[in-house]
T-cell receptor
Framework: DQQVKQNSPSLSVQEGRISILNCDYT??????FLWYKKYPAEGPTFLIS?????DKNEDGRFTVFLNKSAKHLSLHIVPSQPGDSAVYFC????????????FGGGTRLMVKP | ETGVTQSPTHLIKTRGQQVTLRCSSQ?????VSWYQQALGQGPQFIFQ???????GRGNFPPRFSGLQFPNYSSELNVNALELDDSALYLC??????????FGDGTRLSIL
């Protein structure tokens, strides 16, 4: 049973536009959510996180939104750059910390110049 | 600051064999977790060590075991290898409740 789902395997966006990556979860015990970016042959790199007591967190071009009632979070990248092309993973934890993570299946983002 | 390093990069084993993967955590990090990433899927949590004790485990059988050493480096041991164990094995370290930093992984192939 997948507790964290990323329903879009891939997303293609034009450079300069907004990229929106979505993630749904089923376990109401999750209280901390993270986004990681992964390039080929490298490990996942932490991007941004959000605690369940918040509904938005911003860091530069990256913003994460959390809708607890819908059990849904999204990552917005504005403006998108070709270097953002990678696989993005949504992850969640139950201990209000950034470890013992449950990951989604990933979304491949392609930003076209 | 040295990041998370894993060895070896690639490994080929046959069914029934045993394997040990190694991880050096990022400087100052006292918590180490291991994840298995099958092709086309997200990483799956195997277990976590904090101060040399296992303090969390995912849905993996006992033939997956680990160690953490006083310098916070870690090993993942897998006994009686099966074909389905072919995957990328990722090590991640952290301190406190901070987000984990990942190594580049060990690609394990079972023939």
């Amino acid at each position: 049973d997948q507790q964290v789902k990323q329903n879009s395997p891939s997303l293609s966006v034009q450079e300069g536009r907004i990229s929106i990556l979505n993630c749904d979860y089923t376990n109401s015990m999750f209280d901390y959510f993270l986004w990681y970016k992964k390039y080929p042959a490298e490990g996942p790199t932490f991007l941004i996180s959000i605690s369940s007591i918040k509904d938005k967190n911003e860091d530069g071009r990256f913003t994460v939104f959390l809708n607890k009632s819908a059990k849904h979070l999204s990552l917005h990248i504005v403006p998108s750059q070709p270097g953002d092309s990678a696989v993005y993973f949504c992850a969640a934890s139950r201990n209000n910390a950034g470890n013992m993570l449950t990951f989604g299946g990933g979304t491949r983002l392609m930003v076209k110049p | 600051e040295t990041g998370v390093t894993q060895s070896p990069t690639h490994l080929i084993k046959t069914r029934g064999q045993q394997v040990t993967l190694r991880c050096s955590s990022q400087s100052g990090h006292n918590t180490v977790s291991w994840y298995q990433q099958a092709l086309g899927q997200g990483p799956q949590f195997i277990f976590q060590y904090y101060r040399e004790e296992e303090n969390g485990r995912g849905n993996f059988p006992p033939r997956f075991s680990g160690l953490q050493f006083p310098n916070y480096s870690s090993e993942l041991n897998v006994n009686a290898l099966e074909l389905d164990d072919s995957a990328l094995y990722l090590c991640a370290s952290s301190i406190g409740g901070q987000p984990q930093h990942f190594g580049d992984g060990t690609r394990l192939s079972i023939l």
